[in-house]
């Protein structure tokens, strides 16, 4: 699955939190699970889908996990594209 991060994640975006930072509003965006619970974890470097029944673990590629740590830093990041690995 390609995954946007627009400027719009990244305006509407929270530094260091796990639910609203600009990768977890993109990925809701690209899955259309808006309202359900998700978690993207700089530690564990993946997304996390969470339902009644189960979680589901991704681990994001380099460059998702360099975007986090330059957003929760307080650096200039632009708009991207990765590839999520949903298999």
């Given at each position: 699955m390609i995954v946007k991060v627009t400027q719009e994640n990244i305006d509407n975006g929270t530094a260091a939190d796990c639910r609203a930072c600009p990768i977890a509003l993109a990925v809701?965006?690209?899955?259309?699970?808006?309202?359900?619970?998700?978690?993207?974890?700089?530690?564990?470097?993946?997304?996390?889908f969470v339902t009644p029944e189960d979680v589901f673990d991704y681990k994001l590629p380099e460059s998702a996990r360099m975007f986090i740590q330059r957003f929760?830093?307080?650096?200039?990041?632009?708009?991207?594209?990765?590839?999520?690995?949903?298999?």
């Open positions: 809701l965006s690209a899955t259309k699970l808006e309202g359900k619970f998700n978690k993207v974890s700089v530690a564990r470097c993946s997304v996390w929760d830093s307080g650096q200039m990041v632009y708009p991207f594209e990765f590839e999520l690995s949903v298999d």
